[in-house]
């Protein structure tokens, strides 16, 4: 079935730092890609999307970009804050979005601190 | 707030006992989804509605788990005779039908079974 790997947590930075957190996936067909963040005290929302081969997600100074060929959706920030403290999920959904239910299969979640 | 509401946030129950959450969804928001998540794992997909139907389930929700969206409005998730395994965080999440593949989560509903 299909699946999400996220790297280990967590993950300690200080401010300004540069961020990277790899998201690899297994799946049948061409999946959609997400990142859904965590912070404290509330539910998951989502940060950014790629639907497509190559398609480039942002959000508040995050990208992440759908490669195809290594099956990959790394999170990036070239400078973090300390807001930026939360948990970060990497999902797929089999459909494309507007397609049905997305039936999101996540990864196992990264937990991202930065001190100031 | 309009945001997706769920209750109780926590449930402390003894083992055999029954339980059931529920969930608020968006106001304008015709589909529902339950996920499950333990300590240290991302959410796990239970079931779906869309309106007053349930359209699918995962073969996660044993016999022991029903879920019930009566009027297309908010949902009831049913634990019976609940086990040391059911102990997670119960996520709702809810989505237009026109939007673009994002879900909208409540804060869950923690359950701990001794």
């Known amino acids: 079935g299909d699946s999400v790997t996220q790297m280990e947590g967590p993950v300690t930075l200080s401010e300004e730092a540069f961020l990277t957190i790899n998201c690899t996936y297994t799946?049948?067909?061409?999946?959609?890609l997400f990142w859904y963040v965590q912070y404290p005290g509330e539910g998951l929302q989502l940060l950014l999307k790629?639907?497509?081969?190559?398609d480039k997600g942002s959000n508040k100074g995050f990208e992440a970009t759908y490669r195809k060929e290594t099956t990959s959706f790394h999170l990036e920030k070239g400078s973090v804050q300390v807001s930026d403290s939360a948990v970060y999920f990497c999902a797929l959904s089999d459909r494309a979005p507007g397609q049905g239910a997305q039936k999101l299969v996540f990864g196992q979640g990264t937990r991202l601190t930065i001190n100031p | 707030d309009t945001g997706v509401s769920q209750n109780p946030r926590h449930k402390i129950t003894k083992r055999g006992q029954n339980v059931t959450f529920r969930c608020d969804p968006i106001?304008?928001?015709?589909?529902l989804y339950w996920y499950r998540q333990t300590l240290g794992q991302g959410p796990e997909f239970l079931t779906y509605f869309q309106n007053e139907a349930q359209l699918e389930k995962s073969r996660l929700l044993s016999d022991r788990f029903s879920a019930e969206r009566p009027k297309g409005s908010f949902s009831t998730l049913e634990i019976q005779r609940t086990e040391q395994g059911d102990s997670a965080m119960y996520l709702c999440?809810?989505?237009?039908?026109?939007?673009?593949?994002?879900?909208?989560f409540g804060e869950g509903s923690r359950l701990t079974v001794l």
């Open positions: 999440a809810s989505s237009s039908k026109s939007k673009t593949g994002e879900l909208f």
């Open positions: 799946a049948t067909g061409y999946p959609s």
């Open positions: 106001s304008e928001h015709n589909r």
């Open positions: 790629a639907t497509k081969a190559d």
